[in-house]
């Protein structure tokens, strides 16, 4: 072959050449066959992603139950402190036997085995009574968001068959009222008084369903993802075993109950004896934060890598994080090594990073990839490593073949963490979870992520986006089709199309461009008014731009590249532009306004009706701080959000 040097090394023009020759062999040796369904790999090559880069079976006690981990170690360690509520705590014995008391009621309510349980809670010792009382009944447990819209809160519970619902009694006017059983944990526990706080018997087992996440849908409706015990369970071990989890590990729990990353936190201190802190966080408080690691003296952290960057703005502080965190495990979303490199670098501690990667339907993780500051430069991509124990990872093109190394395909997750599918979704189960032709066991089952992606050549896999309108948003799985479909109702609006914008690097915003009926006018804070009744707040644009006509291609199709990029302008609000009247006024509109993205923000102008949110508002915070030399309570900011 003759080449360009100047594009392609020796070792990829090499590899091609194999390539090509193996495909001419294919084809003298099956000339009935389509090209596309040949094979362009060797043998060599074959066994290298099917047996070397996915070799990763493992030991793990598959014939258990979470729970049964959980009493395990409470024979180990009773008295040992098992979970933190400010000044409230529980030791493993506490946690053990309000815990049975629960399950014990519940399983007179008919909670059992392949039963589901909602939970909607905020954090509190009784949260962690109210999971472990349900897996020790042998249901399995819904994370219900109490910030999520009662339309959405409504339709969850609606698609889990009305399930009992396990509260507090200042959440319950928040959760629907008819055809649902709410028992509050607070109000309600002297109801338990008799219940025995012996282990209850379910017949529960590893194969039965464990909790169920819901995401964002393309229909305009959110799925539930079934995850299974066994799967967790296997997650778990690896979790510990990988890492070196101890009893002397403290884990503070930063992530909503109902995002998928936040399952395994909740657990894998429990089941080595470690402790778990709860903390008071009405909002996203980095400064908080930041105080409680050093305070409580917290070892490791997982958050999507939006959630952890405010926290190495805070200087000293941050740096004392350091001398207490072990690890902080990274998920949900690519990660920018330059917004943390200064502070991992630093003198003092040895605080490592794990990025990791992996969907909902598969159990959270399923590959992972520790980042090595000596050589991971800031001009580098991290990759999402390789798989985790008992998990298959491959990467197939369009004709489902394996991909060669540098190819782009599809990744495809097999193994233990495959779930169970979507909770009474036969249809879009069967599409999404297929039979794995790659593996020998049978049942085996493969899940299509719908995430592009590439092997590296040493076996590493890098992240390459998505091969439809699913995107991430803070870490927080969007269909693009749901807000669309919610929008597209509105009576005003004739067409709705909702694309991603990252126009400063680092910031991506969700923004919307409309197109209203005629003779009607629209403002943005009607718009997000509308959206905050039907859908969580990470689903709510930043902006609006509302257009005569939505450009199209020669096919007729929107098309989505010609949309054009918000002209920075203030959305159009409710109330009327008032410029700033002081020098301080002058200085935080204006910062407000490089935050937001805009050209002003007027006085009166809310900060959330902007397009801000509590990530950017830890920004605000900052910025005041070096600008004025002011620490303003971040609940000040949402309380008063206006200049």
């Not at 729970?67 to 979970?83: G, I, R, S, W």
């Not at 993780?365 to 298959?392: C, T, W, Y």
Request: proline share 7%; charged share 20%.
């Amino acid at each position: 072959f003759e080449y360009n040097t100047d594009l392609f090394e020796q070792v990829t023009i090499e590899r091609m050449s194999r390539h090509f020759t193996h495909l001419l062999e294919a084809i003298v040796a099956n000339p009935s066959a389509r090209i596309q369904d040949l094979p362009m790999l060797g043998a060599d090559e074959m066994r290298q992603r099917l047996m070397e880069w996915n070799a990763t079976e493992t030991e793990y006690p598959r014939d258990q139950c979470i729970h049964e981990l959980f009493e395990e170690q409470v024979e180990k360690t009773p008295d040992a402190v098992a979970v933190v509520f400010e000044d409230e705590q529980l030791t493993y014995a506490e946690l053990n036997a309000r815990a049975n008391q629960l399950a014990h009621y519940l399983c007179s309510q008919g909670v059992g085995p392949g039963v589901f349980a909602g939970i909607c809670m905020e954090p509190s010792i009784e949260l962690m009574v109210g999971l472990i009382g349900i897996l020790k009944a042998g249901g399995a447990y819904i994370p219900l968001d109490p910030n999520y819209p009662p339309e959405r809160l409504a339709y969850m519970l609606q698609n889990a068959a009305r399930p009992i619902v396990l509260s507090q009694d200042r959440l319950r006017e928040r959760l629907p009222q008819e055809s649902v059983r709410i028992f509050c944990l607070d109000a309600d526990w002297s109801a338990l008084a008799q219940e025995s706080d012996d282990t209850p018997k379910s017949g529960v087992t590893p194969e039965h369903p464990l909790y169920v996440i819901y995401t964002s849908g393309s229909t305009g409706q959110p799925k539930g993802s079934v995850v299974y015990h066994r799967g967790f369970v296997n997650l778990l071990t690896w979790f510990i075993r990988d890492f070196e989890l101890t009893s002397k590990d403290r884990v503070l729990l930063i992530s909503s109950l109902s995002f998928d990353l936040t399952q395994k936190n909740l657990y894998a201190p429990l089941i080595v004896g470690g402790t778990l802190h709860l903390p008071v966080l009405r909002h996203y408080d980095a400064h908080e934060i930041v105080r409680l690691v050093i305070e409580r003296g917290i070892t490791w952290l997982n958050c999507t890598p939006s959630a952890f960057y405010p926290l190495v703005d805070y200087a000293d502080e941050s740096l004392c994080m350091k001398k207490t965190l072990r690890y902080v495990f990274l998920g949900g979303e690519p990660i920018a090594v330059p917004r943390f490199s200064t502070w991992l670098n630093a003198a003092g501690g040895t605080t490592r990073i794990v990025n990791t990667y992996g969907p909902t339907e598969c159990t959270d993780i399923s590959n992972f990839h520790r980042l090595d500051p000596a050589i991971q430069g800031p001009e580098m991509g991290v990759p999402i490593g390789k798989p985790i124990s008992n998990v298959q990872v491959y990467i197939l093109d369009r004709h489902q073949q394996l991909a060669a190394p540098n190819v782009i395909g599809e990744l495809c997750v097999g193994g233990e963490g495959v779930g169970l599918g979507y909770l009474n979704r036969p249809d879009l189960t069967a599409e999404k979870f297929i039979p794995d032709s790659f593996s020998g066991v049978p049942g085996a089952r493969l899940y299509h992520t719908g995430d592009l992606a590439r092997w590296l050549p040493d076996g590493n896999i890098e992240f390459l986006g998505r091969s439809d309108y699913q995107v991430k948003i803070r870490g927080f799985r969007i269909e693009l089709g749901e807000i669309e479909s919610v929008l597209s109702q509105h009576a005003a609006l004739r067409e709705a199309v909702v694309i991603v914008r990252e126009d400063q690097p680092e910031d991506k915003r969700l923004v919307a461009y409309l197109v209203a009926k005629d003779g009607q006018k629209l403002s943005a804070t009607e718009l997000r008014h509308y959206l905050h009744e039907r859908l969580p707040d990470y689903m709510i644009p930043s902006t609006f731009v509302l257009l005569q006509a939505l450009p199209l291609n020669p096919n007729g199709k929107v098309d989505r590249k010609a949309l054009p990029m918000p002209e920075g302008e203030r959305q159009d609000l409710a109330q009327n532009y008032m410029p700033p009247r002081t020098s301080v006024e002058e200085t935080l509109t204006g910062l407000l306004a490089k935050i937001l993205g805009l050209k002003r923000v007027g006085i009166h102008d809310n900060f959330f009706e902007l397009g801000g949110h509590s990530l950017l508002a830890t920004q605000v915070v900052s910025r005041i701080r070096q600008a004025l030399d002011v620490e303003l309570p971040l609940p000040i900011l949402f309380q008063t959000p206006t200049v």
